[in-house]
């Protein structure tokens, strides 16, 4: 296996328009975390799977967003009306159920919001 | 809120020197980890401290979780240009296992 992997990479889009970004996890992970990174700072919590269940989601989740992992393997993160403000990295993390083990995260998703 | 203030923000040394980043909160965490980041890339795990009063090295790096376990640092001791980039620490909260973030630390070492 080789990590956790996003796609795209980058994704730069026009104020008002629909994005949706995809997560894959290591394969026998069964949590999967969504976080957001704005330049100069550390990552913030989105929301979080155990398998296909969302379990929580912050209160930076907007009803603009929302995140879906079907199958309890991929998931995705759709931003629906983007506004300026939603230009960052998006994070995804995964992990087995144990508290303690190690978030494994992927690479990021640039957004920029024009 | 659990808050994780860490400081300082930015540090820029010379090769060779010492440095020392620190992680407070006013909350215990279950774990504490220390994370590395370089530009464009996601975080990537140096340490996890479980139990309080835990010191952990690698390398040149000496890792400590304060008693309570709310406080954490990270020393680095002569340090090399290879270790510039963004540390970031961050708290495990007992449900969920969702990470609370510090701001991060940008170290700058020159040579």
């Known amino acids: 296996d080789t990590g956790v992997s996003q796609n795209p990479r980058h994704k730069i889009t026009k104020r008002g328009q629909n994005v949706t970004f995809r997560c894959d996890p290591i394969?026998?992970?069964?949590?999967l975390y969504w976080y957001r990174q704005t330049l100069g700072q550390g990552p913030e919590f989105l929301t979080y799977f155990q398998n296909e269940a969302q379990l929580e989601k912050s209160r930076l989740l907007s009803d603009r967003f929302s995140a879906e992992r079907p199958k309890g393997s991929f998931s995705t993160l759709e931003i629906q009306r983007t506004e300026q403000g939603d230009s960052a990295m998006y994070l995804c993390?995964?992990?087995?159920?144990?508290?303690?083990?190690?978030?494994?995260f992927g690479p990021g998703t640039r957004l920029t919001v024009l | 809120t659990q808050l994780l203030e860490q400081s300082p923000q930015f540090l820029s040394i010379q090769e060779g020197e010492n440095l020392t980043v620190y992680c407070n909160s006013s909350s215990v965490f279950s774990s504490l980890q220390w994370y590395r980041q370089e530009p464009g890339e996601g975080p990537v795990l140096l340490v996890t401290?479980?139990?309080?009063?835990e010191v952990k090295k690698l390398k040149r790096l000496t890792f400590q979780f304060g008693d309570a376990r709310k406080d954490s640092s990270l020393h680095i001791t002569a340090a090399q240009p290879g270790d510039t980039g963004l540390y970031l620490c961050?708290?495990?909260?007992?449900?969920?296992?969702?990470?609370?973030f510090g701001q991060g630390t940008t170290l700058q070492v020159k040579p």
């Open positions: 993390a995964s992990t087995r159920i144990q508290e303690g083990d190690e978030q494994f």
């Open positions: 394969s026998e992970h069964n949590r």
């Open positions: 401290v479980v139990t309080g009063g």
């Open positions: 961050a708290g495990e909260t007992p449900t969920g296992g969702k990470l609370i």
